[in-house]
């Protein structure tokens, strides 16, 4: 161990200082194979196993046995194809193993065994790299990555890395590129990292093959810069306690496949983490994502609980979720002052295949830690391209859903709430229950003889005769719903609708993210659709705070609440914008003794709370008025028993 360290500490010395050279000197230009200083591509096979067709630009290795030698491949300006046969063992303590350049394909159906690297096993910096066949098994306890490379493509085959079983030896990261796309074969990484498992700087894609992480990493089984898409295939997650979200990523998009997760719970801190944060967008319009929570294994009595799903937009149109916690926990958390949520921002949920309960219903593809390690430590490959996810999916929800709702809602629905909701609520709902359900349910879904006539007939038409059919529903998150946007929390205090007629209302709640120094409320925030007024800040919203310098209070704002602001240790100066406030708190600003400044523009305030602004020992305090109200308003402070201040 302490020779390996050694090793690498003099590459990087002489890396830094210009006066390192590679091994073997590789052209941009033509293809070469070098092999302990040999140029395979001359025709000089005399390491055996090796052999090079120059016609069709393939090299074949057939049960080659390397120990403590480098194999350096640059494809030139062409693209050159690995056929491995047979067990290959690359066994090499130096820097890297295997080194790569221009375009290189793996195929065949054989082994390529590479380990113990001390910074890669293969080094494909300077290369995009396909694997279209073969199982590629990577073993180093590197420092920097067991594979690292531009572009990864999984055709078919195997990638396989075993990291450090070794608690005080974890590896880095076992995969790191650009973008990675998946459409078939296996991604199967086993031990510890402390890392992400795989990192890519682009974008990651799936289309199909399986991808599994077991044992433990740091940070996340995915972080991506750009956008994780899962078009099909099946992602196995929940084997691998990650420390931090399973997937971080710029944006997060699901058509099809399956993502199975399991959210741990943090050794140290206590914490909960999100199966999947973003900081765009995530979107959900097909597929199945399965989210497990393990109970609680740590004694802290508080601890943080992120939202499983995070993201500063979250759309939620078609697909299955299903959220499974345990009652242990659920019961503690519901005990306890710990806020918890499935999805951040909030979003409404009716009438899709969500479940949120103590297991997972039609849990049929979960798969044991044992069965995940049995998959990925034999030689056998998916390369079905996902057919069994979008075949059980499909099948199961389709003709489940199909059946039990076409029969029972067509009939029931079509007959009952065609009749009853179009006429008993005709008028008051008369639009919205007797035109939907009467039309939807009744000619949809038909009713119990096989004909839609009464529920068309007495639904929509009695429906909207003796209803308003055009009354407009508030379809957005119902009032009390919390959620997180950009850096605050928020609060419904009344629902709004998606098509903008009804502008709903919110409480800001607090700071979601602590270290900003300016407090700066919005007017107006609009989430999935519906467009919110930001009409107050809830008691105790931002008190303690030790690093916010100034606060600015958006035009919306008709009261603060108590509490709201007291105790900041550094704000200075407060601005509030609002025309329409109405009233302040009581102890709203109490014990803010470095508050110099407020400025209030409302002509509205008819109220201020005992001991708003009382600062104990603090700096005189100037409030900027209304002109026309500061004789008024000078009263109001002086009853609320405000200290050393003057109205200007």
Same mark, same amino acid.
């Given at each position: 161990? !302490? ?6 500490? $003099? ?22 194979? $070098? ?35 480098? *194999? ?95 608690? #005080? ?11 990675? /796309? ?8 086993? =031990? ?67 993502? #199975?997760? $399991? ?36 004694? /802290? ?27 242990? *926990? ?85 007959? #009952? ?12 709902? =008369?639009? #919205? ?93 609009? *989430? ?52 329409? /406030?109405?009233?302040? =708190? ?45 004789? !008024? ?16």
């Amino acid at each position: 161990m !302490k020779g390996r360290i050694i090793s690498v500490l $003099m590459t990087l010395a002489l890396i830094v200082s210009g006066l390192y050279v590679s091994d073997t000197k590789v052209s941009a230009a033509e293809i070469s194979v $070098m092999y302990d200083g040999v140029d395979l591509c001359d025709g000089n096979s005399t390491a055996g196993g090796f052999s090079y067709d120059a016609e069709t630009k393939t090299l074949t290795i057939n049960n080659v046995n390397s120990e403590n030698k480098e *194999l350096v491949i640059n494809s030139g300006d062409d693209v050159l194809t690995v056929e491995v046969k047979g067990e290959n063992t690359f066994d090499n303590s130096s820097y890297r193993c295997i080194g790569l350049y221009g375009n290189v394909i793996f195929a065949g159906d054989g082994v390529l065994t590479v380990k113990n690297g001390s910074s890669w096993d293969i080094d494909a910096r300077e290369a995009n790299v396909t694997l279209d066949g073969a199982i590629i098994s990577l073993e180093g306890k590197t420092s920097t990555a067991n594979l690292e490379t531009k572009d990864l493509t999984i055709k078919s085959g195997k990638v396989r890395v075993k990291g450090s079983e070794n608690e #005080d030896e974890w590896s880095v990261k076992a995969i790191k590129c650009e973008d990675l /796309l998946v459409e078939g074969g296996d991604i199967y990484t086993n =031990g510890s990292f402390n890392s992400s498992t795989i990192t890519a700087s682009g974008d990651v894609t799936f289309k199909g093959g399986r991808f599994t992480v077991v044992g433990e990493s740091i940070d996340h089984a995915i972080d991506c810069a750009g956008t994780v898409t899962v078009d099909g295939g099946d992602l196995y997650l929940a084997g691998q306690k990650n420390y931090q979200s399973s997937i971080y990523a710029g944006s997060f998009v699901i058509n099809d496949g399956y993502v #199975d997760m $399991m959210v741990y719970q943090h050794p140290n801190n206590g914490n909960y983490s999100s199966a999947i944060e973003v900081t765009d967008t995530i979107t959900i319009n097909g597929g199945r994502i399965v989210v497990r929570y393990q109970d609680r294994t740590s004694t /802290l009595e508080w601890f943080e609980f992120s939202a499983t799903f995070k993201g500063e937009v979250l759309v939620y149109d078609d697909g299955t979720i299903n959220v499974a916690m345990p009652d242990e *926990l659920k019961n503690y958390l519901d005990e306890k002052p710990i806020s918890y949520a499935i999805f951040e921002p909030a979003i409404d949920t009716t009438g899709k295949d969500f479940t949120f309960g103590n297991e997972i219903p039609n849990d049929d593809k979960k798969k044991t830690d044992e069965e995940l390690i049995d998959d990925g430590e034999s030689n056998t490959t998916t390369d079905d391209n996902g057919g069994d996810n979008g075949g059980d999916n499909g099948g199961d929800n389709g003709g489940d859903n199909g059946g039990d709702n076409g029969g029972d809602n067509g009939g029931d629905n079509g007959g #009952d709430n065609g009749g009853d909701n179009g006429g008993d609520n005709g008028g008051d709902n =008369g639009g #919205d229950n007797g035109g939907d359900n009467g039309g939807d349910n009744g000619g949809n879904n038909n009713d119990n003889d096989g004909t839609n006539t009464d529920g068309n007939t007495d639904g929509k038409t009695d429906g909207n005769a003796d209803g308003k059919s055009d009354v407009t529903k508030a379809d957005g998150p119902k009032v009390g719903t919390k959620f997180a946007y950009k850096k605050y929390f928020y609060e419904v205090t009344k629902a709004g609708s998606t098509d903008g007629s009804i502008v709903g209302q919110l409480a800001v709640t607090g700071l979601r993210k602590k270290s900003i120094t300016t407090i700066k409320i919005a007017a107006i925030v609009k *989430l999935n659709g519906v467009k919110y007024k930001v009409t107050s800040v809830k008691n105790k919203a931002f008190k303690g705070n030790k690093k916010v310098k100034k606060i600015y209070v958006g035009k919306n704002i008709k009261s603060i609440g108590a509490n709201a602001f007291a105790g900041m240790k550094k704000v200075k100066q407060v601005s509030i914008n609002s025309k329409v /406030l109405k009233t302040i =708190g009581k102890r709203a600003f109490f014990g803010d003794k470095k508050l110099k400044k407020v400025i209030i523009k409302s002509t509205k305030l008819k109220k201020v709370g005992k001991k708003a602004f009382y600062r104990k020992g603090g700096k005189k305090l100037t409030i900027r008025v209304p002109k026309a109200k500061k004789k !008024k308003y000078k009263k109001l402070f002086k009853k609320a028993k405000t200290n050393k201040f003057a109205i200007k």
